[in-house]
């Protein structure tokens, strides 16, 4: 049931420290400084060359998320839309590692896409959330994240525990491809560590309801993010907009000026996250907002520059920037909770969607 919560939604948002601590346990080895998945031995990856996500909605966040801190540490890796891999997935061959991400492990578009990269000679690997399920049976190799069930439409602690995951096997990834560890595990193993407690006390401080109260009369929500940032800010906006029925849209911080500017008005808060990543360049696209009147609500942690520009402040604990975004979205979820429930919206239910998705 759910509990002490109103909405399954927000016991999910708030299980996330122990979702979390689930899905690392036994899974980093601190004395030899290295992660370690107990289906996948030093070594499982030496032949890979590339890497293709592929997931839909929420797990394509999360897929894109693992993607580029592929890319940051050295290995060729690209998330695809699992909808689009018929008409457009690059070619693979034996060296391609496929990854599907998929909470349920039967969402149609992502079952079709795996499949197609089995049948195409690729290597293939299932993150998901239900043993036994489809995907999950569907590839060569399977990774659980462990998060429990969850009930409410809207992914919340499954997004955390599927992006903690692929974090940690792309550092795997990353070890055999490169022949060693990546540089900045050893700064990452004890922020990986202590992040069910980071979100612990983020939960305890979030000001996120009195933020949601502030601006729920807005007309458009847009969030930016740079790096491992822009994932969030898309997820952050997809959130937004199925919950609470509003328009929102994520955009990379750079893309605004390229066109969106010229939505942007007193009536449209700009959420801004900072992950460490050219913090400096996104401060600057949010001000771009900010002279047009937009307020901007800076995601990061006390201290930061972006607290003495920014109209509004959500906190967040200072943590490793592969990590950092993770944590800004949990942020983001609490943002669109409270505005949904403000605007007494179905929250665990909202209308036109199902909790998994089976048709293409
Ligand atoms: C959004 C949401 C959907 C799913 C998508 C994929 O909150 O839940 O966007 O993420 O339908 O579902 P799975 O992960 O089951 O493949």
């Known amino acids: 049931g759910k509990g002490e919560y109103d ?6 948002i708030n299980e996330q420290p122990t979702s979390l601590a689930q899905a690392i346990e036994g899974r980093i080895d601190p004395v030899n400084g290295r992660i370690a998945l107990s289906d996948f031995e030093p070594g499982t990856f030496d032949d890979v060359d590339s890497v293709q996500f592929v997931a839909c909605g929420t797990s394509y966040h999360a897929a894109l998320y693992g993607s580029l801190a592929l890319n940051q540490a050295g290995v060729h890796s690209t998330a695809l839309l699992a909808n689009e891999y018929s008409v457009s997935a690059p070619p693979v061959d034996e060296n391609t590692l496929v990854i599907a991400v998929t909470q349920s492990g039967e969402t149609a578009d992502t079952l079709s896409a795996l499949k197609q990269a089995a049948a195409e000679g690729a290597r293939t690997l299932t993150v998901t959330n239900v043993v036994g ?13 462990r998060a429990g069930p969850e009930i409410g439409v809207a992914a919340t602690k499954t997004f955390s525990s599927q992006a903690v995951m692929l974090t940690l096997l792309g550092q795997r990834i990353a070890d055999d491809v490169q022949g060693e560890p990546p540089a900045d595990l050893e ?29 729920s009369e807005s007309r458009s929500y847009f969030f930016i993010g740079r790096g491992l940032g822009f994932p969030v800010a898309l997820e952050g906006a997809l959130k937004f ?3 609470t029925y509003e328009h929102a849209e994520g955009f990379a911080s750079g893309e605004l000026k390229h066109g969106p500017l010229a939505l942007v008005t007193p009536e449209t808060p700009v ?3 900072f992950t460490g990543q050219e913090d400096e360049k996104t401060l600057k696209n949010a001000e771009e907002a900010q002279t047009r009147g937009a307020p901007v609500v800076a995601v990061c942690p006390d201290g930061h520059p972006a607290v003495e520009v920014a109209d509004e402040h959500l906190t967040i604990p200072d943590t490793d920037s592969d990590l950092a975004g993770l ?6 979820q609490l943002v669109s909770y409270y505005a949904a429930d403000l605007l007494g919206r179905p929250i665990d239910k909202p209308r036109n969607l199902a909790k998994s998705v089976t048709v293409e």
Do not use: G, W
């Not at 399920?133 to 399977?142: E, K, L, Q």
């Not at 944590?327 to 983001?332: C, E, G, R, S």
């Open 7 to 12: 909405h399954f939604m927000l016991k999910e």
């Open 133 to 145: 399920s489809t995907a999950a049976r569907a590839a060569d190799d399977t990774l659980f994240i």
């Open 187 to 215: 700064t990452l193993l004890p922020e990986l560590e202590s992040m069910p407690s980071t979100i612990d006390q983020l939960l305890e401080y979030s000001n996120a309801a009195s933020i949601a109260e502030q601006y």
């Open 241 to 243: 907009k199925e919950i």
């Open 271 to 273: 959420f801004a996250i």
């Open 327 to 332: 944590v800004a979205n949990v942020q983001l």
